[in-house]
T-cell receptor, first 110, second 111 residues
Framework: TQLLEQSPQFLSIQEGENLTVYCNSS?????LQWYRQEPGEGPVLLVT?????EVKKLKRLTFQFGDARKDSSLHITAAQPGDTGLYLC??????????FGAGTRLFVKA | DTEVTQTPKHLVMGMTNKKSLKCEQH?????MYWYKQKAKKPPELMFV???????INESVPSRFSPECPNSSLLNLHLHALQPEDSALYLC??????????FGPGTRLTVT
């Protein structure tokens, strides 16, 4: 069974702090996605990483795909209250199915 | 336009009611999905349509009945639901099967 394990499960930080969220698996994936979901809303696709070792930046968010394509990280610099939400990593496993990590719930205090 | 729309935003229904959830996308995506999401959990796949044909039914109880009238629309018909079916129901679409675009969801409460 393919699983994505995210850590930490919950993170509460002050505005301006940096943080890193991890997504790990024992399986190799052709790509991995990160989504952010705000309460009562649907997940919003942030990025797809495809190549082992790839680094992508989206403003203050930096995404990295592990060299072996089994893990990924999301680093947020100078977090803001608007970054509050549930961060989900996901991977397509074939046959129209995507697996999701359990999510990291981030709360940024002003 | 990367928008997926869902109606209604909120729905309260009794266990004997029949209701429908609607989803629409105009991105020309070939696949459309229904997910169920309980509080503090990731989305859980229910159904997948590919080119308007049902490709996946994740052993969902028959009180949930999906329908794909055309390539832009996806419905979920609800009948005789149970209180434990209360959840956020998400629709998504994709062209590249690893990238899904989600709608805002329908918050369903079964009383």
């Amino acid at each position: 069974t393919q699983l994505l394990e995210q850590s930490p499960q919950f993170l509460s930080i002050q505005e301006g702090e940096n943080l890193t969220v991890y997504c790990n698996s024992s399986s190799v994936f052709s790509s991995l996605q990160w989504y952010r979901q705000e309460p009562g809303e649907g997940p919003v696709l942030l990025v797809t990483v495809v190549t082992g070792g790839e680094v992508k930046k989206l403003k203050r968010l930096t995404f990295q795909f592990g060299d072996a394509r089994k893990d990924s990280s999301l680093h947020i610099t100078a977090a803001q209250p608007g970054d509050t939400g549930l961060y989900l990593c996901a991977a397509y496993t074939g046959g129209f199915k995507t697996i999701f990590g359990a999510g990291t719930r981030l709360f940024v205090k002003a | 336009d990367t928008e997926v729309t869902q109606t209604p935003k909120h729905l309260v229904m009794g266990m004997t009611n029949k209701k429908s959830l609607k989803c629409e996308q105009h991105m020309g995506h070939r696949a459309m999905y229904w997910y169920k999401q309980k509080a503090k959990k990731p989305p859980e796949l229910m159904f997948v349509y590919s080119y308007e044909k049902l490709s996946i039914n994740e052993s969902v109880p028959s009180r949930f009945s999906p329908e794909c009238p055309n390539s832009s629309l996806l419905n979920l018909h609800l009948h005789a639901l149970q209180p434990e079916d209360s959840a956020l129901y998400l629709c998504a679409s994709s062209q590249e099967l690893d990238e899904q675009y989600f709608g805002p969801g329908t918050r369903l409460t079964v009383t």
